[in-house]
């Protein structure tokens, strides 16, 4: 640092006593060192980050290159102000039309690099197959947004400070709208709170077809800020306000460790049957099905002895639960068709009548 305030002062030292030729040298002092800084570092940086494997570097680089090289020359502006001996309404001034301006030039340069930061994070894949990413395609404009509230309420903050105006009024006065605005809208709030903590929970995803407590039944087609869409198996579109999907229990059957989904088929078959035969009947249904997951089996259980039947019940898994309906009603046939093809009777309720006495004719 000596060594450097050393050369500072002999090149001030060439351009004399004069104000004004010394604050023409501070500036062109600065401004050479932003030029260096440009073409030297900035360089060097840009040709490391080509050979980095990270994506993205390079246009950083781009967007904080102009903002340090005005900030440099500003700067240099500042101090050749103080060498002029101006009065000091003017030299306030004057520096806070500088501050002003590089202030302004770091708040673009925020916006544009939360911009990138979210586009970026919103466009990578997930890992965890079974959770959905927080920053998303749906949800980068709430976060965009978001990240713009808090860089322009940051801008304006520090402009009141380079231009000295005292923020503590102003602060109580934000706080007070805030209030009211947090009771005026507490519904909004309410779902607003509620979607981002389904996105960041993830207790479904796109594609899941889940069952609401009150009964619905459907594929979820839209995860927004406000409100959860299912589509049910009748081409019905359900919105649902998130603050009720965030009390509510939902039961996902896409949800797990894979997205199969169990289905059982209950029959009956009457007393004096052939319980092995009726076993391999079942099981040869399911193993025929192409919809039916090899893995697991198929497997057929013995589940009670009925007040008319023997009660069974085909076990099977498929891979998805959209086909649940589909797989049942062709189990269902082909449990039908081959009872009949081999003679084994399914019971089904009989009244006898007896006539006390017959009416005289």
Known sequence: MEKLQALYDSWLA????????????????????????????IRFLKRLSAKTAIKGDDHILELIQKPIFAS???????????????????VVTTEAILKTIVILLWASFAIKFSRFLLQAIS???????????????STLPLFSNLALLIIVAATIYMLFLAWGIDVTAWLASAGIIGLALSFAAKDTLANLFA????????PYKLGDYIVLDSGERGKVTHIGIRSTRMLTRDDIEITVPNSVMGNAKITNEAGGPYSKRRIRVKVGVAYGSDIDQVREVLENVAKDNEKICGLPEPRVRFRNFGASSVDFELLCWIDQPVLRGQVLDQLYTGVYKKFMEHGIEIPYSKQDVYIKSMPQT
């Open 14 to 41: 060439i351009f004399g006593p004069n104000p004004y030729l010394k604050a023409f040298g501070i500036v062109l002092a600065f401004a050479a060192f932003a030029l260096i800084f440009n073409f030297v570092v």
């Open 72 to 90: 440099l020359v500003i700067f240099g502006f500042v101090q050749a102000i103080k060498v002029l001996q101006m009065p000091e309404n003017v």
């Open 123 to 137: 466009s990578r894949k997930s890992s965890d197959k079974n959770k959905s990413q927080l920053i998303q395609h």
């Open 195 to 202: 979607g981002v903590f389904i996105l960041a929970d993830s």
